[in-house]
């Protein structure tokens, strides 16, 4: 008889398990009661290594979705840089993503370089890693061709640094679910 009532209480438990958790069960996950968006904005100042070195200054705003399970980042930069051997101005804006907390970031920046007597553009892809506030970037300005103007970088390696200096945090709540159980 105990064996029997074991038996039966032990499907009643699997068939009730079952049921609460049937959305997990098909695949199909139950929404997060919270939502939390952050927007950080600051300014950075980095160094870009190639062939020549160039100080770089500009501002960098980041939008994250805080979750558990794969975070993503989303970043928009616009800087200047200059060489001061060279006498070389650039402007450069960009963006890039981030897939999950440790991965690496890829994006793209569309620049300009300029010598004062001739000016050269392109783009740049660059895949990098991000961690705390540094964020160190490699990748190739593909730029209009110069045989005169040829003191910028092409291959490149940069590592700049983000000052937050504000930070905005939305938080939505979502209604509360029903109980599954309600008398």
């Known amino acids: ?33 919270l939502k939390i968006d952050v927007v950080k904005t600051g300014p950075y100042f980095g160094i870009q290594k190639g062939k020549y070195t160039i100080f770089e200054l500009g501002v960098e705003r980041q939008w994250k979705q805080i979750k558990l399970k794969s975070p993503s980042t989303h970043a928009a930069h616009f800087g200047f ?21 440790l991965g690496f970031t890829y994006g793209a920046t569309l620049c300009l370089r300029t010598d004062f007597d001739q000016t050269r553009f392109g783009i740049a892809p660059v895949v990098g890693y991000k961690l705390w506030q540094f964020h ?14 040829t003191e910028t970088n092409g291959l490149f390696i940069s590592l700049r ?3 937050i200096n504000d930070r905005d945090v939305d938080v939505d709540r979502k209604k509360k679910r029903k109980p599954l159980f309600s008398k």
């Not at 009532?5 to 139950?30: A, D, K």
């Open 1 to 33: 008889m105990s064996m029997w009532r074991r038996s039966l209480s032990s499907i009643v438990f699997i068939i009730s398990f079952t049921h609460v958790f049937s959305f997990e069960l098909e695949g199909f996950s139950r929404p997060n009661p």
């Open 81 to 101: 840089n200059y060489n001061f051997k060279y006498n070389v101005l650039g402007y450069d804006i960009g963006y890039w993503f981030k897939q999950n907390r």
């Open 136 to 149: 160190l970037q490699t990748g190739y300005h593909f730029l209009t061709r110069s045989t005169v103007f």
């Open 161 to 163: 640094f983000v000052l």
